[in-house]
């Protein structure tokens, strides 16, 4: 090989390198820069609550009456630290997640733009949180009266539900899992809102405390164990 056929090959070899470079704005973005919505919440959420926050194995964060009772600081405070005890895991940083205080303000004001105002008309939908603790003899009665068509004598399932005292969904839910569900309901599976369980007679915040009491009173004190043992 003479000298003139080295230069050209070199000359073709660097314009190919040239040409495979990344253009400037098409760099990988930092996951910590990163502050879509859409792209937050399909990595973060969407696993749980559903595409578009439509509901799936949790409640539905874009369901109108969960936005209604549920203010932002409520969701910023589970997205941020998460539930102790269930499936829902601290997302932020401070608490040994991944996201950064922006990319939870990010995901927080993304679920709010789903909110309808004036959804509910003139209904008053039960507080959020429960002002004072439940009776879970109370709840007994009230279980009956409101639940127990869908889902069966003693919540052990019937024709339209399953079960809501399995031993294994208690024990991944908190008493304000259970609550929040009881209001919101749960429309993508067929369970009707607070307002819908005895057609005339909305449940008072009174009473949901009472038959989320109940449904604690179900759950086991330790984890239920595997059988064969450990594996």
Known sequence: MNNRSVVPAALILFATACTLRPPVDSQVVAPRKI????????ENCAGCHG???KGGLAVALGDPVYLAIADA????????????????PAFAKSSGGSLTDAQIDAIIAGIRTW?????????????YMAQAAGDARRGANVYDAYCSSCHGAGGRGGAHASSIVDGSYLALVSDQGLRTTVIVGRPELGAPDWRGDAPGTPMSSENISDVVAWLSAQRPQSPPQVAGGVR
């Open 51 to 53: 595409q578009d926050g």
């Open 73 to 88: 600081a409520a969701i910023r405070a589970t997205t941020t630290r998460g539930v102790p005890g269930t499936a829902m």
């Open 35 to 42: 502050l879509d919505f859409a792209v937050l919440y399909s």
């Open 115 to 127: 909110e309808k105002p004036g959804f509910l008309g003139g209904s008053k939908p039960p507080t």
